[in-house]
C-alpha cells in the first residue's frame, strides 16, 4: 500500500455532525475531508437530543481523527436536569471525548433565563474539572460574565473561546489568562462590522488559535449562505493565514499541534 502525503492538513475544532443537516451524507462528507487533510476534526455532540450521543458515537469510529466534545448548551439551560447531568457524564467516558463544550453563556439569543444560564455553565465547570478536561466556551455578549464566572471557579485546566465574537479588550484578557481563541467563517466575512475580528486574529498567538466551521451554520465565504460543512474550513483557514502573512501550512500546523495539546 503506498503512502499518499495529504497536501492539506487543516482541522476543524468545532463543528456540529450529529445535526440532521449532515444526517445522509456524513460519511462522504467526512471522507472527503480526511482525503484532503491530515488535520482533525472535533464534532459537538448534544444531550438533549434524543439520537445525538448514538449519531456520534458511529461518526467517532469513521476515521481515527474524529474527535467530540459534549456539554450543555446555554440556550437550553432552562431544561437542565439531573438526568442529562447524568447523561454527558456517562458520554464522557469515552476516550474519544476530549471536552466539555459548549457551555456558557448567551445573552444575545437569550433563548434561557439569565440566572439559569449561570447556574447551569458552573455544573459545566465542576464537570470539566472533575474529569480533568478542557472547557469549550459558547459566548455571546456574555464575555464579562463568562470571565467572571471562571476567575470565581477558579479553572485552571484549558479554556478555548469558540466562534469568537468578543472585542480586542476580551480577547487581551483571554489570551493573558493563557486560554484560547477559536474562529470561524465569521472572520471570513466581506463586512465593515467583522474587520475587528480580523484585528482579534492578527494578535492571537499562533500556540492558542483554532479554526473551526460551526457546520452546518456560518458556512464563509466564498460559500456564504450554503449549508456549511468541515470541508469549508479551509476558506478560514486561508483567511487567518493571509491576515497573519504566515503560510496555510505554518497554520494548519499550529491548529493541529493546539488541538493535540487538548486530546
Ligand atoms: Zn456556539
Ligand atoms: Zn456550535
Known amino acids: ?29 467526512i471522507n472527503d475531508f480526511f482525503v484532503e487533510s491530515s488535520g482533525y476534526l472535533i464534532s459537538v455532540a448534544d444531550p438533549y437530543e434524543e439520537n445525538s450521543y448514538d449519531r456520534t ?11 467530540a466534545m459534549t456539554a450543555a448548551h446555554p440556550h437550553n439551560a432552562d431544561n437542565y436536569s439531573n438526568e442529562i447531568e447524568k447523561r454527558i457524564i456517562e ?9 466539555v463544550g459548549e457551555c456558557g ?10 440566572d439559569k444560564q449561570v447556574e447551569v455553565f458552573r455544573r459545566q465547570i465542576a464537570i470539566a474539572r472533575e474529569r480533568n478536561l478542557s472547557l ?10 463568562v470571565l467572571k464566572i471562571l476567575k470565581e471557579e477558579k479553572f485552571c485546566q484549558p479554556v478555548v473561546f469558540h466562534c469568537y465574537t468578543g472585542n480586542m479588550e476580551y480577547a487581551k484578557e483571554i489570551l493573558q489568562r493563557g486560554y484560547y481563541i477559536s474562529f470561524s467563517g465569521i472572520v471570513t466575512f466581506n463586512q465593515k462590522k467583522t474587520d475587528y475580528l480580523r484585528e482579534i486574529a492578527k494578535i492571537v498567538p499562533l500556540d492558542r488559535i483554532f479554526t473551526e466551521t460551526d457546520s452546518p451554520y456560518l458556512a464563509p465565504e466564498p460559500q ?21 502573512n504566515i503560510s496555510l501550512e505554518t497554520l494548519n500546523k499550529a491548529v493541529k499541534e493546539n488541538i493535540e495539546r487538548l486530546i
Open 224 to 244: 456564504r449562505g450554503k449549508t456549511n460543512t468541515p470541508l469549508f474550513v479551509k476558506y478560514v483557514a486561508e483567511k487567518i493565514a493571509e491576515i497573519k
Open 136 to 145: 469549550t466556551i459558547h459566548s455571546r455578549e456574555a464575555e464579562e460574565l
Open 57 to 67: 458515537r458511529k461518526i467517532l469510529n469513521l476515521n481515527e481523527n474524529i474527535y
Open 91 to 99: 458520554f464522557l467516558d469515552n476516550d474519544k471525548v476530549i471536552a
Open 105 to 114: 453563556l448567551d445573552f444575545f439569543y437569550n433563548l434561557s433565563k439569565k
Open 1 to 29: 500500500m503506498s503512502i499518499i502525503k495529504k497536501e492539506r492538513s487543516e482541522s476543524d475544532f468545532h463543528c456540529h455532525l450529529d445535526m440532521k443537516q449532515f444526517s445522509e451524507d456524513v460519511g462522504s462528507i
